[in-house]
């Protein structure tokens, strides 16, 4: 679990209102799924560092990314940072999703596509194509899509119908289900707004999919000393315990682990 304080290499516009922050390395090799906290070397002005996916990497580490939305002062702090200026990393932390699932099916909204970049690159070197489904209320929403051109099959979904397929994320699934581009059975990777995600779940367990979240569950430390983002789960994993660290034990759960 190293902190390491990075230079800003660029703050790259995806569109949308979102950003690619990319830091100069050494970014340690991190599995899809797994996180770090950040926060600015100077001028920080909250109390506590904010947490995210890693969204790309070099092959070799020299440099990183993450996917960040300036919505408060922490992230917008982040997004006005000038190349060469410090930001302090510490990870990479968390449980990410199952490596054994050879071929998922990934559910992102909005900044939840930032995980599965890194398993597009994965899949690709292993000879896979993923398949993605991304949905978001306008076109303007899809941030980061452009990026997996060539490295994933990707369908859209917008609420306005701006872009690909008309509506929510969930009916995209369940149309993809009806044309058997998804079938009973396979595995789900989901992550995005909470709402999205409760919705994505109760498809899969309707449809017999298996499902895997990556919650965006607020983390204050990061490493399991605060203990403010618990969640209740159930299940063998967590030995008869009713809560688990989102920050340890997470932050990908299987979907039947978490009481809704």
């Not at 993450?66 to 990870?91: I, N």
């Not at 618990?230 to 008869?240: I, L, N, P, S």
């Not at 688990?244 to 682990?257: F, L, N």
Request: hydrophobic share 40%.
């Amino acid at each position: 679990m190293p902190t390491r304080v990075h230079a800003l290499r660029r703050c790259r516009d995806l569109g949308g209102g979102s950003f690619a922050v990319e830091v100069e390395g050494p970014i340690a090799a991190t599995e899809p799924g797994q996180f770090y906290m950040l926060r600015t070397e100077s001028r920080w002005p909250v109390l506590l560092p904010r947490p995210f996916s890693l969204y790309d990497r070099a092959d070799d580490g020299a440099w990183g990314s993450f996917l960040v939305k300036p919505v408060g002062e922490g992230t917008r702090a982040l997004c006005a940072l000038r190349p060469g200026e410090g930001l302090v990393l510490t990870g990479p932390l968390g449980r990410p999703f199952p490596r054994e699932i050879a071929d998922p099916v990934c559910v992102a909204g909005g900044v939840g596509l930032a995980p599965f970049l890194l398993l597009a690159r994965a899949r690709r070197a292993q000879g896979r194509t993923l398949r993605v489904l991304f949905g978001g209320r306008t076109c303007e929403a899809l941030a980061g899509l452009d990026d997996f051109d060539g490295l994933a099959r990707v369908w859209t979904s917008t609420d306005d119908g701006s872009h690909g397929f008309a509506g929510q994320v969930t009916a995209l699934l369940e149309d993809l289900l009806q044309r058997s581009e998804v079938r009973p059975g396979e595995t789900v990777f989901c992550c995005g707004p909470e709402p999205m995600m409760h919705a994505v779940a109760a498809l899969c367990a309707r449809r017999g999919l298996r499902c895997f979240l990556s919650l965006e569950t607020y983390m204050a430390c990061g490493y399991g000393v605060c203990n403010g983002c618990t969640v209740e789960v159930q299940g063998e994993r967590f030995k008869g315990w009713p809560y688990s660290r989102t920050c340890i034990e997470g932050p990908v759960y299987e979907a039947c682990e978490l009481r809704h």
